[in-house]
């Protein structure tokens, strides 16, 4: 199994930039294919992004698209999301997730492995 930490978030303001990050140890890193969810309070948890094995294929949730870019390093074990233009409703907890199954998942239960979240807030 893979374990996963989240680190980077924290209060940005509109319009301005954060980078999140996703460490991950265990089993190796690209065997899987990876995935940024989110969820505001009393919001349901909300796909984000998610990038194939080798990197070479994304996918990007209309919301965050143009603005959001993820990315991943194999060799240093570590996900990215790099977050522009941010608006105050993109504030939520960020969490990655890990899946050996799909090419780049959407939905939340194709998902197998969670890290605990890292919050990031945009003020108005």
């Known amino acids: 199994q893979v374990q996963l930490v989240e680190s980077g978030g924290g209060l940005v303001q509109t319009g301005g930039s954060l980078r999140v990050s996703c460490a991950a140890s265990?089993?190796?890193?690209?065997?899987?294919?990876l995935g940024w969810f989110r969820q505001a309070p009393g919001k349901e948890r909300e796909f984000v992004a998610a990038i194939s094995r080798s990197g070479g294929g994304t996918n990007v949730a209309d919301s965050v698209k143009g603005r959001f870019t993820i990315s991943r390093d194999n060799s240093e074990s570590t996900l990215y999301l790099q977050m522009n233009r941010l608006r105050p409703e993109d504030t939520a907890v960020y969490y990655c997730?890990?899946?050996?199954?799909?090419?780049?998942?959407?939905?939340?239960?194709?998902?197998?492995?969670w890290g605990q979240g890292t919050q990031v807030t945009v003020s108005s």
């Open positions: 265990g089993r190796t890193f690209s065997r899987y294919a």
């Open positions: 997730a890990a899946t050996t199954r799909g090419v780049v998942p959407t939905q939340g239960y194709n998902y197998d492995y």
